[in-house]
């Protein structure tokens, strides 16, 4: 079994390397979970692209020799600190890692246990640098595959280009959307047989998701 499964991460590492050739070098990451998390699973978690300084950070191609190696055992929303010059966290506390460990603790699921990524896998410090919607277009036959082996019931993206852009590739369809609980903020949902259930929610950088309990609830329901 451990056999095989190191085999289809090599299968699949070496699969992606030919699709983001373009981006090999550059800094980012493909997962955010760790190599184990390439397993059947509940959820797959997206968000728009890795955030940070493009300085001090490693490649897309060596996330992916890390993955094939089986050395890919961290999870940046629970095991890395994203202190800033002007703010201070630790590890696992920014508002974000905060609200991705709440979210799926209240599912009655170890966050470790999670699939995550981003849509794009190229590092960039800011939104208007991610290359969308031209490098989530690079990246999508990857996460395609990344799907095929989770085969997630539900799909969980955070901000308005992850879900706009997922929704699509599913072959869009009726989207619903309902209250966050905060100012205007909705959330969103499209629902449909044969795809994954597509939940998106309010950035959660900015979105205390912690604190919207009838949210949570809600979806939860709603996935099932």
């Known amino acids: 079994m451990v056999a095989s499964h190191c085999l289809s991460l090599q299968l699949f590492v070496d699969s992606a ?6 981006i090999l070098d550059k800094s980012g990451t493909v997962l955010y979970s760790s190599c184990d998390t390439l397993k059947p699973g509940k959820y797959y978690f997206l968000g728009l692209n890795p955030g940070g300084s493009e300085e001090d950070t490693g490649t897309v191609r060596h ?6 190696l089986g050395q ?4 940046a929303y629970l095991d890395e600190d994203w202190s800033s ?6 590890k696992g506390c920014h508002p974000l890692q905060r609200n ?3 979210l799926f603790e209240a ?3 170890d966050p470790r246990a999670v699939c995550a990524s981003n849509l794009i896998f ?3 410090a800011n939104e208007r640098g991610a290359g969308y919607p031209e490098l989530a277009e690079l990246c999508w036959p990857v996460h395609e595959a990344i799907l095929q082996i989770v085969q997630p019931q539900a799909i969980i993206t955070f901000g308005t280009q992850p879900f706009e852009f997922v929704a699509k590739q599913l072959g ?3 989207v619903q959307y309902d209250e966050s609980g905060h100012g205007n903020w909705k959330w969103s949902s499209l629902i449909k047989e044969g795809v994954p259930s597509l939940i998106g929610v309010p950035h959660l950088s900015l979105y205390a998701l912690r604190c919207h309990p009838e949210v949570i609830q809600k979806i939860q329901s709603l996935i099932g």
């Open 107 to 109: 599912f009655g699921q």
């Open 17 to 22: 390397k030919q699709q983001l050739n373009p």
């Open 122 to 124: 190229k590092r960039s």
């Open 100 to 102: 991705f460990k709440c």
């Open 72 to 75: 890919s055992t961290r999870n």
């Open 172 to 174: 869009g369809g009726s």
């Open 63 to 68: 996330s992916l020799d890390e993955l094939a």
């Open 85 to 90: 010059d002007s703010r201070s966290y630790g």
